[in-house]
């Protein structure tokens, strides 16, 4: 009996021992997430300033991956348009570096797929690869190891001979993007994934797309939000963020400006919601900022 006691002793103190080492390890994994940046408040932040963020570049959309240890984001210096990547190697994040750049073409907005195989982003690359540059389209590479494909336009149901613009994912892989495909201003679509392909683009309601510019669109996981960017007569800037939240009965309402603690004079793009739900990157005057998520349940109220 005595021994039984012992041995039952021991195994739970095993356990206990095992699981704490493990929920420590996971700790420290997750304390180096996020280029081991210091978390930000509601008060939005320059991300990763003079890694990241630097004077003299352009940095537009940017992206982690679900467990925030790879970070892609597109940049622009002197109109030169490239994706660079950085990613949490052991305990170090890798220098940042170019994977995506043509001598020709430029390459923006990157964006993963839900399963995180394919990473988006846009580019007026000729079809062929060869050709003179184009209208933007939409593209993709596929991940093979640690190994990129060569580019792949996302076809006819998405891109047409206008221009398509910044993509982001539902949990099924729908995505949403944008295009001036019907006239001069831009407007929100999205198209399902079914059978392996998309479907034909769908335009939003006018709770979203109005005859001003709307943009640059982040769709929540679970479709329950959406943020854009869009030029309207109520807005701060050359451009302002947007949000939008999915009724009960499948339709949105009214999108609303985010205000000035988002929104400034300048050109506010690029909305990207971490995977985790906790925190909203987006680009302003240039450069990254990031900001707690938990800011956006101020905006339900005024969108109803």
Not at 162 to 190: A, P, R
Not at 205 to 219: G, L
Not at 246 to 252: A, E, L
């Amino acid at each position: 009996m005595l021994k039984n006691f012992k041995f039952l002793v021991l195994l739970f103190f095993s356990f206990f021992s095992s699981y704490a080492i493990q929920n420590n390890k996971g700790n420290k994994s997750a304390s180096k997430a996020y280029l081991e940046q210091k978390r930000p408040s509601k008060t939005p932040e320059i991300f990763a300033p003079n890694l990241i963020s630097k004077k003299g570049e352009y940095e537009f959309g940017s992206v982690f991956n679900r467990d925030a240890t790879e970070f892609f984001y597109g940049v622009a210096i002197n109109g030169k348009e490239e994706i660079r990547y950085s990613k949490l190697v052991g305990k170090k994040w890798s220098k940042p570096e170019v994977i995506l750049t043509h001598k020709q073409y430029g390459y923006n907005d990157p964006f993963l797929s839900p399963d995180e195989n394919r990473l988006y982003f846009i580019s007026r690359r000729a079809l062929d690869g060869l050709g003179k540059s184009k209208d933007y389209d939409i593209w993709y590479v596929e991940r093979n190891n640690n190994q990129w494909s060569d580019p792949i336009n996302a076809g006819p149901n998405i891109n047409s001979s206008g221009n398509e613009y910044y993509v982001s994912f539902t949990n099924d892989g729908t995505m949403y993007f944008s295009s001036n495909k019907k006239g001069s201003n831009f407007d929100i679509y999205s198209s399902k994934f079914l059978d392996g392909e998309f479907q034909k683009a769908i335009q939003l309601s006018d709770s979203i797309n109005t005859s001003a510019y709307e943009a640059d669109v982040f769709i929540a996981q679970d479709e329950s939000y959406i943020i854009f960017c869009a030029t309207r007569k109520d807005g701060l800037g050359r451009g302002d963020l947007y949000i939008s939240f999915k009724n009960t009965d499948g339709t949105w309402s009214k999108s609303v400006n985010m205000g000035d603690r988002i929104n400034t004079k300048n050109h506010e793009l690029c909305p990207f919601v971490s995977k985790d739900g906790k925190y909203l990157f987006y680009t302003s005057n240039q450069d990254i900022y990031w900001v707690s998520a938990d800011i956006l349940e101020n905006y339900r109220k005024k969108s109803n």
